[in-house]
């Protein structure tokens, strides 16, 4: 699969993923194939994480919403302890603080894009991040279509400096953190599969 394919996949892929970081809501994630269209997505550029999509899918149907939103909370929101804080300043920052410098410069990343953000989260949490992504992405392939070179390696640019500065680096013990401290199979598969798309994308915007 040549990259520009492989970009169209991470279009979905990222947004998908992000999806997944939100607030579980059972009925709205099943109903929305959530897992299944991941799983369907991931077979063309990572077949083995396909599989702990389907997986994810099994665990969502198999387990109550309630200890899906327990376990999500304990890992990202708290209110006691974060046991994977989902803010990439905790991670790229000595203090290993929320809205630290790193935050600020990610905003100001955003901002410069032409991208406004949400101010319920801080502009560094995992879903906004993955979401800017498919967005960088989808800005490639639609420049691409319209035969506008300068945009298409603007856009190239722009994905290799956000995913090296501000969201690789903190991916791998972000996802280690998951899988050590997740009570329900579904956020270990789910760290299983943003570990190994964050690996295949560092070899697809590498190429750019």
Same mark, same amino acid.
């Given at each position: 699969?040549?990259?520009?394919?492989?970009?169209?996949?991470l279009?979905?892929?990222?947004?998908?993923?992000?999806?997944?970081?939100?607030?579980?809501?059972?009925?709205?994630?099943?109903?929305?194939?959530?897992?299944?269209?991941?799983?369907?997505?991931? !077979?063309? /550029?990572?077949?083995?994480?396909?599989?702990? &999509?389907?997986?994810?899918q099994? *665990? =969502?149907?198999?387990? @109550?919403?309630?200890?899906?939103?327990?376990?999500h909370?304990?890992?990202?929101?708290g209110?006691?302890?974060?046991?994977?804080?989902?803010?990439?300043?905790?991670?790229?920052?000595?203090?290993g603080q929320?809205?630290?410098?790193?935050?600020?410069?990610?905003?100001?990343?955003?901002?410069? !894009?032409? /991208?406004?953000?949400?101010?319920?989260?801080? &502009?560094?949490?995992?879903?906004? *991040? =993955?979401?800017?992504m @498919?967005?960088l992405?989808?800005?490639?392939?639609?420049?691409?279509?319209?035969?506008?070179k300068?945009?298409?390696?603007?856009?190239?640019?722009?994905?290799?400096?956000?995913?090296?500065?501000?969201?690789?680096?903190?991916?791998?013990?972000?996802c280690?953190?998951?899988?050590k401290?997740?009570?329900?199979?579904?956020?270990?598969?789910?760290?299983?599969?943003?570990?190994?798309?964050?690996?295949?994308?560092e070899?697809?915007v590498?190429?750019?």
């Amino acid at each position: 699969m040549i990259v520009d394919e492989q970009k169209r996949v991470l279009i979905e892929c990222n947004r998908l993923l992000a999806a997944c970081f939100c607030e579980p809501e059972k009925v709205l994630f099943i109903e929305e194939n959530l897992c299944p269209n991941l799983a369907t997505l991931l !077979t063309s /550029i990572d077949s083995e994480s396909s599989k702990f &999509a389907e997986a994810m899918q099994q *665990e =969502l149907l198999e387990t @109550s919403e309630v200890d899906l939103k327990v376990d999500h909370a304990a890992l990202f929101i708290g209110p006691f302890q974060l046991n994977a804080p989902p803010y990439g300043s905790v991670y790229l920052e000595k203090e290993g603080q929320v809205m630290g410098v790193s935050t600020l410069r990610v905003a100001q990343f955003y901002e410069e !894009t032409g /991208i406004q953000v949400s101010e319920k989260e801080p &502009a560094d949490h995992i879903a906004i *991040e =993955l979401e800017f992504m @498919s967005y960088l992405f989808r800005c490639e392939v639609d420049a691409i279509h319209q035969e506008k070179k300068e945009d298409q390696q603007k856009f190239q640019d722009l994905q290799r400096v956000f995913f090296k500065d501000f969201l690789n680096p903190w991916i791998p013990i972000f996802c280690q953190k998951i899988e050590k401290h997740a009570n329900s199979q579904f956020y270990r598969n789910l760290a299983f599969i943003l570990n190994r798309v964050a690996k295949k994308t560092e070899g697809i915007v590498s190429l750019s």
